[in-house]
């Protein structure tokens, strides 16, 4: 069983900063959007986690050896930096989105992403050392297949991005109903998702469903492991397999010690 | 009569680079992307041109005002500074799309987004001053009626993100589909997109279209003028009256001296 | 002669604020202040002008090319993406420190740089396209000769620094007082300068004080253009053309129309 | 006793790599050095050590509490990112000049910097948990007394520069020679020196002699702890005290449990 630890990265009163007193120029707000996720993505990447840009004023991270004291350095950093501040709530669960679900409900109940006085919320809880087990991550790894040879060698780039948008938008919504999976786009053609424990049968089923569904033929590696890093490390080397072999689904490591055969 | 000048910025041969000569830490990746883009954002927007991040290693921009100079010189600064390369095609044409198609071809005619010696295109023409007009660019912005009332002080994250996921791919190919625009999630609950001449019906209609596919409701600012930093703030300070006098459509100036009722 | 447009870039009540409400992170100082610099010397640079971090509370610029609204944007920029905002004051003259002294004093007036209220301050003239000649600028570059195998490869790293500070602090103090030149270091073993007209023979005297007084022996590429980048350029390759044939002053060209024999 | 663990930074082939094929331009140099510090800061700085820019392509860090897989990981984040790569030197000194030594002879042994083949050097051993004590690191932040009233706003940029920096070429000779003290500028009018264990009478000696050698007059705040961010963070708040309370040199604990007498 999987054992998510996963933090929600908040931009404190950020709508009503972005207009007052007046609209900022575009370009400021998608660059100190870009660089503050870039700066996150450092923080908890060094520490071996991982960290998606999401909406850009809320960001999903999955946190897994990281405790209380790097929370609150990483929120003291930023605030030190920058001209807004972030809240970080955090929850552990072996459901990835019930684990941001604690985690998100941890900063709605200490008030609104835009309510003027709420700044730098630090809540929920982390996984110590003892509690930590191998299997506590799943990180899948999915990728277009021959992407470069069907889309971006072939169409216009905003047809090749809706082919890739659509597979990614049906991929998002199968894994959070069928598994409670979190996805993510993390660009070209790739989407990493923080998976509970699945099969390679249950990947196969998202696969087909979204070939069904948008008509986009994936591939993907999964990785097993303590933390982010090492999961996902694993699951690009195993979808590398699966470029290698001409295979489907490729796993690192058997789930809960059952053997899989990958397809 | 719209006048876009699209440049499409590809990395070159980026999918080999980051597997080569093994997989690299993804947090790594993810920075390098965000930094790039940041860079571009700056470079292009303080220009008075938009850019944005679409696929990462591809990006598209509208860059109406920036001259061929102006192209070699971004691409020899990313060239000292990163460990990538670009190439950027342009392409001018009244249907947003349009433009962009001839941008990619010009790319993909110099060779494969993957071709192992394909470095540092430069494609295309660039409108000069004499033929530019203050119609030439017109940009939407979107964004969701009470996004944080809704979605981000009630649901999990996740759970928010997919909805606005959901609305903004449903957006995205109803306008590329009836009119060429090309609309792009820039963070948040924001849309931008990029447009042929519309109208105030024509934005009603596909704010109807999103409401009744994803049920996600919308509300638009829409800017008109020389360039897209103009156009882009002159459509936010439109929303920002959406936002006062509780309106759904505003163009912050008639189209093609047409009075329009806003809506 | 020479027409340099000096610009001060001055962070408004920076030493307050690093230490309100209390002394903040050294690290998180080091990391504002380098990519603040880096965000100048890009907006600056890709306009061909050049910035120096001088003492990061406090930037020089020289920026011939850049007018009112060039630097109107680049302090609307910073101060959109920045926990602080910039002063900046501008000064022309042929004389590099008399234009400082004015960009300077325009910012004096205004109120301390500690001051609580004053902010964004916008000083000075700028040259208008019909002002400027291809002899306005004229930058020195100076390196250390050999100072790879003379010093990083056989003295501890500190050791090596100190010759480099200690050549660096002759030279500075030398040029400003003998002509009124503004040097700086800008890494490695390499300086600087922004100089008034200065022939050959001017430079072979500021070599010989710094190796009389310092120790330290330099060699130096001069560049005169209308821009900084372009001056700055063709310095660089005149070093290379004193690499290469073992000289020790390398004009790019002449000045004032005079044939200068290099040395 | 202090025990200092020192880290030199060297950027692999860096000025061979500036002017090839063809001299860069120098904006861009800029951007990547400083960037590249910035990143260094982050890194180092989060692990409670301190980065100093020193000469960009050779940076001084003091790294107690980072062990080998952290400068491992730093070398692997940097060559992922930056179209350069960095070598890593680490030594363990009670000297803090000696531990440098140390530090560059693993780079020197590996190769010249500008050795066209070595790449990405990892020398030297690190402080393991049991053999570091609270008094392994002292720090000491000095500042020029009322530099804004006098300098800042007073002179022009370039003449305050000037005073300061001579004070710095002062200060950083003389606690070389007399204590093996590592002494930085980082930025306004501060110094922040790693030192052996020095008294107030040795601090006293120092600022007498700068102030009678350069003109310039300095206080500071001396913090001593097991790692670079709390000592220098007491550092800070006794500079606050001097402020405050008028004095000269402050120590925030006594030095080897000697009660010291504040001056």
Chains 1, 2, 3, 4 share one sequence.
Not at 11 to 21: K, R
Request: contains cysteine.
């Amino acid at each position: 069983m999987t054992n998510s630890q996963l933090t929600l990265v908040q931009i404190d009163n950020y709508g009503p900063w972005t207009v007052t007193p007046e609209p900022r120029r575009e370009m400021d707000l998608q660059t100190l959007q870009s660089r503050l996720f870039a700066d996150l993505a450092q923080f908890v990447g060094s520490r071996d986690g991982y960290v998606f840009f999401t909406r850009f004023d809320n960001m999903v991270a999955i946190t897994n050896g990281l405790d209380a004291d790097d929370h609150r350095l990483l929120q003291e950093s930023i605030g030190n930096r920058y001209p807004v501040t972030i809240s970080l709530g955090t929850g552990i669960d072996a459901s990835p989105v019930e684990a941001l679900e604690t985690a998100t409900a941890g900063l709605q109940h200490a008030g609104s992403a835009q309510d003027g006085d709420r700044r730098e919320v630090l809540s929920g809880g982390y996984l110590s050392g003892p509690e930590r087990t191998s299997s506590d991550v799943q990180i899948a790894h999915f990728d277009v297949n021959d992407a470069t040879g069907k889309y971006t060698d072939q169409l216009n780039e905003f047809d090749s991005f809706i082919q890739i948008e659509q597979g990614y938008a049906t991929l998002m919504r199968y894994l959070r109903e069928e598994y409670g999976a979190l996805s993510f786009f993390v660009g070209g053609d790739n989407i990493i998702s923080i998976c509970p424990a699945m099969d390679a049968a249950d990947y196969r089923d998202a696969i087909d469903h979204v070939e069904a569904e948008a008509g986009v033929e994936l591939k993907v590696g999964v990785g097993i492991a303590a933390d982010p890093h090492t999961a996902g490390m694993d699951a690009k080397h195993a979808l590398e397999t699966c470029r290698h072999e001409g295979t489907v689904v490729e796993l690192s490591r058997p789930v809960d010690g059952v053997e899989v055969a990958t397809d």
